[in-house]
């Protein structure tokens, strides 16, 4: 199931159901043992370790108060998980900022929050040429050179003037596509062609 189906599904699921705060690490274990039984457990003890937490506890209670303050929140959501940059992390906090504007709060995203680092932007990076780094595979950006990767996106970042967790909905709402990533490249700014030309000549 693709992440877009996977996600609309569980939103779909949620509105549906509408379980209650006490009813919802019930609900989830359920929700995954049957649409992802492979990952079910160490989604779910993630699930649990949160719902351990004052962070937890004060969301419960003021739901929106990190709108204001959304690397506040990363470098916690960072202390619980082990590192503020891990995909569960990053994808956690871009999912609460649409939380926050979908309440009608003002919410900035940081330009230090970085880019989630999947297998998609994994692909994407290496699609485009972005790291000169040969006969590596997708799998083993992923899972080896996350740092770097994220740090080549925070590079386009910085050069677009577009915080990493917006450049992510691109790079899935456009880019979806590893094999069609090239021909989009001609569609970023002056400044972002210039970044990248410099960064791989570093690399």
């Known amino acids: 199931m693709r992440g877009e189906d996977y996600w609309n599904l569980l939103a779909e ?3 549906a159901g ?4 006490s009813e919802l690490k019930s609900w989830f274990r359920e929700f995954l ?3 992802n039984p492979r990952s079910c457990s160490a989604k779910y003890s993630r699930i649990t370790r949160f719902t351990g937490t004052s962070l937890y506890r004060e969301l419960s209670s003021q739901p929106l108060k990190y709108c204001s303050s959304l ?3 990363n470098s916690i959501l960072g202390s619980i998980y082990g590192d503020p940059s891990a995909k569960t992390v990053v994808f956690a906090t871009k999912i609460y900022y649409y939380a926050c504007l979908a309440s009608g709060c003002e919410a900035l995203l940081d330009f230090d929050i970085n880019i989630p680092v999947d297998r998609r932007n994994a692909a994407i990076t290496a699609s485009l040429g972005l790291l ?3 006969g590596v595979s997708v799998e083993t950006l992923f899972s080896k050179y996350r740092s770097v990767v994220a740090n080549v996106w925070r590079i386009i970042s910085n050069a677009a003037g577009i915080p990493p967790l917006l450049v992510d909905t691109i790079t899935w709402a456009v880019l979806g596509n590893p094999t069609a990533a090239r021909s989009y490249v001609h569609k970023l700014p002056p400044r972002c062609i210039s970044a990248l030309i410099e960064l791989n000549s570093k690399l």
């Open 13 to 15: 699921q949620l509105l």
């Open 18 to 21: 509408k379980p209650s705060l």
């Open 33 to 35: 043992a049957r649409y």
């Open 71 to 73: 690397s506040t929140l």
């Open 132 to 134: 000169k780094i040969s």
